[in-house]
């Protein structure tokens, strides 16, 4: 088991309860091994064999708190500590009482306790892993960042402490050494659809959209009917300014799944580059349909009717908005939009909604706001 062979580490174990049964040793051997292989059922249904025969196991009992812990049981939280608290607690006892903290986003208690099972395994990955995990939580982003790299170095096969530590570089604003993170993470999982897809999103902000439509297509040949996977060719080559391209592949991706508001917008925003507003509004329509709860499809609906020539489309924009903010009263890019189309006609409530607006942590939304605050204001 300890050289990764965990097939033949099975059956050894399932040769040994062969032989006998109540082979304390080999049971919780299994049991740690289907943890390893995430098969829960498989590791509880030894766990609880362990412990009806030894009904103080303090491992066995650790391993099935965390269980429960992590499908919400709060009350295992205590049941976790106190197995973690006695004076000869083993690493299992206190990383699994660290990652029930975990699931209860509990994270600033979490940190000492992962760093004491850190403590009895130092360099152990995994633990290395959840204590990143516990530090980002806490938004301690720089030491989370080292415990993910300190991950990937102690483990050098496993993609995770990677992909998570390129989420904290993208946080921190290093989109670039993100890339190059994830890349790296590409390289110990080249068959994880899960990565290529985060690169290839990552690009776009990057502002490298050939580099994007080249991870898409790889995500393509790896999983060619997965409508997502169209789905991102498709943006990534409107992001590119392939407009007839995107066209002909987000229509491939809406063949897949007429109903989704992610294609539909995309799709509408490709019309309305090719000059055909009419088609882009059923799109958008289509989407808000399909799911009230879309945020971008309102705004880009509204905004389609805003551009209308002689104020034609304040009105439905206003309907659109205001449906919107039942659903989202706190979206600012929605009290934007509507503070832009009520400016002419309502002053008082414009400024109301643009007010709201301000408080975006957008930017861009923050300084449009501010400047029509200042308008109306004259």
């Keep these: 088991m300890k050289q990764g062979l965990l097939k033949d580490a099975a059956r050894e174990f399932e040769r040994a309860l062969q032989t006998d049964p109540k082979d304390a040793a080999a049971m919780l051997g299994l049991a740690r091994l289907r943890l ?32 429960d812990a992590e499908k919400g049981d709060a009350r295992q939280l205590a049941v976790l500590e106190a197995l973690a608290s006695q004076p000869k607690a083993g690493f299992f006892e206190v990383v699994n009482h660290g990652r029930g903290l975990l699931a209860h986003h509990q994270y600033t208690a979490a940190i000492p306790v992962l760093e004491k099972a850190l403590a009895l395994q130092p ?10 995990m516990a530090l980002q939580g806490d938004k301690q982003l720089d030491r989370a960042l080292r415990r993910y790299q300190d991950a990937a170095e102690a483990s050098r096969t496993e993609h995770l402490p990677l992909l998570l530590a390129a989420r904290v570089q993208v946080l921190q604003g290093h989109v670039g050494a993100a890339l190059t993170t994830l890349q790296q993470a590409i390289l110990r999982s080249p068959r994880e659809p899960s990565l290529i897809r985060e690169f290839a999103t990552l690009c776009f902000f990057a502002g490298a959209p050939e580099t994007a439509i080249r991870a898409a297509i790889d995500l393509r040949m790896q ?13 990534a080559s409107f992001v590119a300014g392939k407009n007839e391209d995107a066209d002909r592949i987000l229509r491939e ?46 705004n880009d609906l509204a905004v389609l009717h805003l551009s209308r020539p002689g104020g034609a489309g304040v009105a439905a924009a206003r309907a659109v908005l205001t449906q919107a903010l039942k659903v989202h009263p706190e979206d600012p890019g929605l009290h934007l ?42």
């Design 36 to 67: 390893a292989q995430h098969d829960e059922p498989a590791a509880r249904d030894m766990l609880q064999r362990l412990v009806a025969q030894h009904p103080t196991h303090p491992e066995a009992l650790s391993h099935l708190a965390r269980l």
């Design 123 to 132: 360099g152990n990955g995994q633990t290395l892993t959840y204590l990143g």
């Design 253 to 298: 991706a809406l063949a897949k799944v007429p109903d989704n508001a992610s294609v539909l917008i995309a799709l509408a925003k490709v019309r309305r580059r090719l000059g055909d507003d009419a088609e882009a509004q059923k799109l958008l329509e289509a989407a808000v349909a399909s799911d009230p709860s879309e945020v971008g499809a309102a």
């Design 337 to 378: 939009n509507l503070a832009l189309a009520l400016a002419d006609t309502d002053k008082a409530l414009a400024r109301t909604h643009a007010l709201k607006a301000q408080a975006s942590t957008d930017k861009h939304i923050r300084e449009q706001a501010d400047r029509l605050v200042t308008a109306l204001a004259k």
């Design 223 to 235: 999983q060619p009917d997965n409508a997502d996977a169209i789905y991102l060719h498709g943006l």
